[in-house]
């Protein structure tokens, strides 16, 4: 089968590799049908790690994906040939401490799609996953919408760690397809609430603004945080980081009233970052982090199937397999208004 290798930083080569194998029978081989590109593989892309977790190269990227079942080990039950599917990157291992607790998000012996170590990434043409990690989705929804379940899970996960209501001020800091995403998930469960949004680019602050944007500004030509408290004096309830930077988490505690809560979606590419703890203490600030999502996923299919949030105007760009360096490239660099680039196979 083809599979989009990452040979070495910004290098992605087109290679086939052998197919995998159904041999579990709690297992399903999947054809993959859309894949997105997310930040955390750019982030392999352009330097080679997240963290502390480094590549070891020749590696195969991609977690945010859909496809088809082809085949269906004998236990397997619900997902018969043919069916299409939704695919949970995190295979748990069931057993331990967190797990047992009803955290598989942070289990101890997890294997995430993609992640160097744990799991090959999606950007195959097949793909063999437990069947627990694969979710129907009705016959309406597109691969692209399937593939953005995901995506949409982390930012459903993120919107409730945060104590929101329906008269709850935020602000969004980065209007990726994650903090995009967190928007829509807000605007779904609050229909009013009030957002504010950050971003570099215009385009983003444009789709911002369609998907529900309050007001919207670009730090490099304006004072973002004088612009918001100039709205909001006694200061913002939640404030959702998603560009990973460090000032923009300096942004995050101006911003908040007393009592507010930061949380932290975006991956720093930092070893570490630092709060004014004189700040934290004197505001009785809290402070949250995001580790992807725990059983968001049936709730993202049905939000996307129902037509309550709409992913589709995420995407800006789609590619075929052959072109993945040309997608990860674009998205790398921030060109042609991209939010959400797709392979699709």
């Given at each position: 089968m083809r599979a989009a290798l990452l040979t070495n930083i910004r290098e992605i080569e087109i290679c086939d590799v052998p197919g995998p194998e159904l041999t579990r029978p709690e297992d399903v081989l999947v054809r993959i049908d859309a894949v997105g590109v997310c930040g955390s593989d750019l982030h392999y892309y352009a330097t080679g790690r997240v963290g502390r977790r480094t590549i070891t190269f020749p590696q195969t990227l991609g977690h945010e994906c859909a496809g088809t079942v082809i085949s269906a080990g004998s236990k397997v039950q619900g997902l018969d040939?043919?069916?299409?599917?939704?695919?949970?990157?995190?295979?748990?291992?069931g057993q331990c401490d967190q797990c047992l607790a009803g955290r598989e998000h942070t289990c101890r012996r997890q294997k995430f799609l993609g992640y160097p170590g744990q799991a090959p990434g999606a950007l195959v043409e097949y793909l063999v996953m437990p069947a627990r990690c694969c979710h129907a989705v009705p016959e309406s929804m597109t691969p692209a919408q399937a593939a953005l379940v995901e995506p949409l899970s982390v930012a459903l996960q993120s919107r409730n760690l945060a104590p929101l209501g329906p008269d709850s001020r935020i602000a969004i800091l980065g209007a990726g397809p994650i903090g995009l995403s967190i928007l829509l998930a807000c605007r779904a469960a609050f229909g009013e609430l009030i957002c504010y949004v950050t971003d570099l680019i215009d385009?983003?602050?444009?789709?911002?603004?369609?998907?529900?944007?309050?007001?919207?500004?670009?730090p490099?030509?304006?004072d973002a945080v004088q612009r918001i408290t100039a709205l909001e004096p006694l200061g913002?309830?939640?404030?959702?980081?998603?560009?990973?930077?460090?000032?923009?988490l300096d942004q995050a505690v101006v911003l908040l009233r007393p009592g507010g809560t930061i949380v932290i979606v975006g991956i720093p590419e930092l070893e570490r970052v630092s709060f004014d703890p004189h700040a934290l203490r004197r505001n009785e600030l809290q402070v949250r982090n995001v580790r992807r999502q725990n059983k968001c996923t049936a709730e993202a299919i049905a939000l996307i199937a129902t037509g309550r949030i709409n992913v589709d105007q995420l995407v800006t760009h789609r590619f075929a397999l052959?072109?993945?360096?040309?997608?990860f490239d674009l998205v790398s660099r921030y060109s042609g208004g991209v939010i959400k680039a797709l392979i699709q196979m």
């Open positions: 040939v043919g069916r299409r599917v939704a695919i949970d990157p995190l295979i748990a291992c385009a983003r602050l444009e789709a911002a603004r369609r998907c529900g944007a309050r007001s919207t500004s670009n490099e030509r304006e913002l309830d939640v404030v959702f980081e998603c560009a990973g930077k460090q000032e923009t052959a072109e993945t360096g040309r997608a």
